[in-house]
Each structure stands twice: as C-alpha cells, then as structure tokens.
C-alpha cells in the first residue's frame, strides 16, 4: 500500500478501508470489551457471542460502509482469513463488489484447519488458570495462550523452511559463560515468565537447548504481552464457521456462481490452507485465474515474497494476466515444449522457483479449462437427453390423444398441460390432421425452482 501505480493498494486513486475482526482484542467489539449487560462494568469474557462468523464480519462491514457513504466496492482482498472475508463479501453483497483478490485461503474451513485449531484452544482451555474463560485479566493463562502461538507458528511455515532457517543448531553460551568443554546452553528447566516448570529436578538433565525451541518460546511470550486468551479462542471459531456454501446450497455450485473477476493467489508449500484449496476456488469460480508463489516458507511466503505478490496483483488490476510467464505459455500452448523452453530463458527468467509456480499456475488453467469442455459436454447430454424424453412424452400423447371439438387432448388429463409444462395444441395452420405444436413453458424443478429437473443436474 502506498502512492503511486507500482502499488497494488495505491492511495492516490484508491479510498481503501480496513475493518478490525469481531473478537479481536484490538477494536470493535470481543470478550476484552465491557458487557453493558452487567452492571459492575465487566467485560464479556466467557458470555461473548459464539462464534461471531465470517458472515457477521462482512455483515458489520457493511454497515459501516454505508454510514461511511460507500456505494460500491472496486476491489475486496484479503490474505488468510482476509481472503475468507473478501470471498464472503461477493457472496453476501454480489452486487457490491467488482472484483476479488483472494490470498492464501480457502471457500471452506476444512477439517485439518478445523483441527488445528481444536489444538491451539485446547492448550489454551487446558491452562489450570483459564477457568472456562472466567479468568482474572491480571492473571491470565499466560502458559496455555503462549504454547498456542508456538503450535500456530508453525502451521504458518513449512518444514523445509523451518528446518533450512535451524539446521539443528543449538543455543551457544557466550564467551565466560561456560568452559571449552560446555560450549552450548542446557535447556531452561521452567520459564517464570509463564509459570510453567518443565523439569523438577534441574540438576538431573542436560538436554540441549535447540535455537528452534529458543524460537518458538520467544514467540509465544511476545504474543501474550498483546494478545487476549478469549479473543484468541473467538478468533479460531470464526475462522472454523467459514463455509462459503452455508445457507445457499451445494458447495461447487455456490462457488459457480460468483461470476466477479477474481486472482487467486496459492503456495505451493502451504500445510495451514494447502495449494488444492486455491485450485478448487480458480477450477470453480468462472472468471478467476491463479497465481501459484512457489516457496519453501509455508503459509507465511505471502508475506516473505511480498513484492512480487505487489507485482501481480497490479498487473491483475491493470487488466493482465497476473503471471506473466502463464500468459505467455497460454499464448504458444501448441508450441514444441522445447522451443517454449528455450523462449523462457531468452527472455530471462529470474529462477527456477518463478517458472514451477508458472507451470503450477499454468496446470490450474488447463484443469479449468479441460472442466468447461467437459462442464459442455455434460450439458449437451443432458440437454439431448431432455429432447429425446420430450420427444417420448410427445409420442405418447399422440398415441393416447382423442379428437374434442378440434383440439388434441390427452384422455387421461382434461386441463393439457403435461410434466415440464409441454402442452399439446392443433397446429393452427393444418386442419384436422394429427399434427401437433409443442409450447413450452419454464421448466420447473421438484423443489419448484426455476432449473430444468432433469437437463440442469449437470449445470
């Protein structure tokens, strides 16, 4: 964000707005917040409304739009649970926005995620301190909420990356602190800090202290001097009650009908929201195209690989493909692999990692458009298949049809009018000859929609 056309978020041209999460502790409104149900001026705690969804969020965002006098939306983006948000705002207001940038994210939150974050509450809930979330603020489950930001710490980054940045390393003592046959620090036995002993017994061990456990620790003490125990436990339900299809049907066929212009922005690498959910929403959402950052640093490379996300992201809002290396390849498909091959390197590819996550970007084109032909294919069948019914329902009634004051009726229903709403009427412009004029009507479906019951299965 920043002036000028070279930022994806340009405050010259662009009226940005960013909205605070239901639940935070930082704003709005969350379990840090006075309940002006009780009298004593406590704040929610444990009676904060649960979950506060998606849904609710962009609800709330809208309202505030309004009071702001904001017509329209040019753009919603979001990273992580931002793109959830930014997903759901097309589907509740679809009107209201043109088009979407959704980062790292996914249409539904899935089971693994779910379970991930089953994991950071219960680690939290486990605190003996936290007391079903009626702790003393003064007092919190500083243990619990810590070890909770150390699990999700790592679900943000990849194992290669983890294990690349460490390397087994172990922390050293500086010089005068240890003799030159002990070069390397114990592991700690407690951490005050935290009230958590891990050891009883100091003097009976002498594990080694690796950097990475040096890390995550230093994590998780930084988040508790700003974070809230319960606004944390309320954020991870939220992110649990995202399902784009809730309320509004079969969950492909949600995803089908958001027709905004769309990038979708995926990591190879990630094991929070993994790359298949990026797929899915660019496979199903009919106007979105992908851009895949081949990284090694998990659900975090968003961040890390920062400017050349800004690089697409402009692109895609100047009207271009947002991978330049995928328009290309998209532009000399039937071209020799090898002559393709060669093109990219004349036109100096800047590494490796940029052309996988072309070709992946690339794959999920192809995919997309290998399922519209299919997605055709299907529909004319289903389509051939409703005329020949309809041809069989017409043969009958002519077989089973009698002569009434010139017009032809099925015997067997006075009102002609038949399944589908094929009605059988004498062609004007023949006499009494058997000769019939199909008018048909909208077709309804058995829940009384508007689909064609049997054609539209495959639609």
Partial sequence: MGAGDECSLDTESDFIVCCNYLGSPYGSSSPVTPDPAKPDGKWYAADFPTPVTIRDNVRLQRKLLDHLGVKHLRMAIGGSMGSMLALEWCATYPDFVTELVLIAGCGRHTDWAIGIGEAQRFSIMADAKYKGGDYDPDDQPKAGLATSRMMAMLSYRAPASVDERFSRSVM???????????????????????????????????????????????????????????????????????????????????????????????????????????????????????????????????????????????????????????????????????????????????????????????????????????????????????????????????????????????????????????????????????????????VKSEGGGDAPAAALGAF
């Fill in 172 to 442: 050293g003592l500086g010089p005068g602190e240890g003799s030159a046959k002990h070069t390397h620090m114990r592991k700690p036995s407690s951490h005050v800090d935290l009230d958590a002993v891990a050891h009883a017994n100091e003097g009976a061990q002498s594990l080694p202290y690796f950097a990475v456990e040096s890390y995550l620790q230093y994590q998780g003490k930084k988040f508790i001097r700003r974070f809230d125990a319960n606004c944390y436990i309320q954020l991870t339900y939220t992110l649990d009650s995202h399902d784009i299809a809730r309320d509004r049907g079969e969950y492909l066929e949600v995803l089908r009908r958001l027709t905004h212009r769309t990038l979708v922005v995926g990591i190879t690498s990630d094991v929070l929201y993994p790359f298949k959910l990026q797929t899915e929403l660019a496979l199903n959402m009919p106007n979105a195209e992908m851009y895949a950052i081949d990284s090694p640093h998990g659900h975090d490379a968003f961040l890390i690989e920062i400017n050349e996300l800004n690089k697409a992201i402009v692109r895609f809002r100047r009207g271009e493909r947002a991978d330049p290396n995928v328009a290309h390849a998209l532009g000399t498909i039937n071209e020799a692999a090898a002559n393709l091959y060669e093109e990219k390197l004349a036109s100096g590819l800047e590494s490796v990692a940029e052309l996988r996550g072309a070709v992946r970007a690339l794959e999920a084109e192809l995919a997309k458009s290998k399922a519209r032909e299919e997605l055709e294919a299907r529909r004319g069948d289903a389509l051939l298949a409703q005329v020949v019914q309809l041809k069989h329902e017409l043969q009958e009634i002519r077989e089973a049809a009698v002569l009434e004051g010139g017009n032809y009726r099925p015997s067997t229903d006075g009102s002609g009018t038949l399944a589908h709403g094929l009605r059988v009427l004498r062609d004007p412009g023949v006499g009494p000859a058997r000769r019939f004029q199909p008018v048909f009507g909208r």
